[in-house]
């Protein structure tokens, strides 16, 4: 059977994750967390709208998002002045050419902003790693995970007092969503849930996806629309379906302004909520 998009990062993110533990047992990497200082778990207000910024090198649907010369740390620094409420960084290195490395650099600009990793992670390690190298939280695709692996990735997040944002395309995924949400009602602030509209098997893109879905968003949880936004009318489409974040990434990269872009899109959201 062919390999689609999605089965083809989890093989891989899976053979990072052995190269990695190969290279710094898991117990030495948990021994290492414990000696570095503390983070404080992330409470998003729920009546206003989030905006999670991305530092995206690469699309495989588009190809080069930054120049030769891109400069990471500005890039860093122009999210933060726009107001972003977190931002995302890929550490995906075949697809997106991404890196540990880019999540470290930032992280060690000390920015007063919560920071992700994005990836395809198929193993509670890699969310270890993720705080080792400087995250605040983690991105978490419910159709790479079964219940049970699912499961002892969110607990290491707590663990680690991390956030992680539960990604769904379908209402299976969502369904799924739910429970692990009501599973962990005491860490209600440290989950988001996220919908991509983006088919990661096929990469198609499905704006109505947003709206299929809106009806079983969970109460009193954080929810974001992820991919296939591109500017203040999208923003304004997904508030009125429910939506309080919104995480984007190829719209600012391509930008050549974007703090401006961000903050025209966040003076239009605090229009619409």
Known sequence: ??????????SSSFRRYQQSSEALSENDLLESI??????????LSKTDFHFITEIKKKSPSMGLLSEKNFDINAQAEQYTKGG??????LTEPTQFSGSLEDLSTIAEMKLDIPLMRKDFLVHPYQVSEARYYG?????????????ELLEKMVLRCLEHDM???????????????????KKTDGAIDSLLLGVNCRDLK????????FEKLANDLPENTICVAESGLY??????????????????????????DPQATLQKMKAAASKSI
């Open 34 to 43: 414990k000696r570095m200082e503390p983070i404080e778990p992330i409470v």
């Open 135 to 147: 995250a605040h939280g983690v991105l978490l695709i419910i159709g790479m995970l079964n219940d």
């Open 1 to 10: 059977m062919k390999e689609n998009f999605l089965t083809a990062m989890a």
């Open 202 to 209: 096929s990469l198609k893109v499905d704006f109505t996806n």
């Open 84 to 89: 972003a409420s977190l931002i995302s960084i």
């Open 231 to 256: 500017g203040s009318n999208d923003i304004n489409k997904v508030i009125k379906m429910g939506y309080r974040a919104a995480l984007i990434g190829t719209s600012l990269m391509q930008s050549a």
């Open 163 to 181: 956030f992680a944002i539960l990604e769904v395309f379908n209402q299976s995924e969502l369904d799924r969503a739910n429970d692990m949400i």
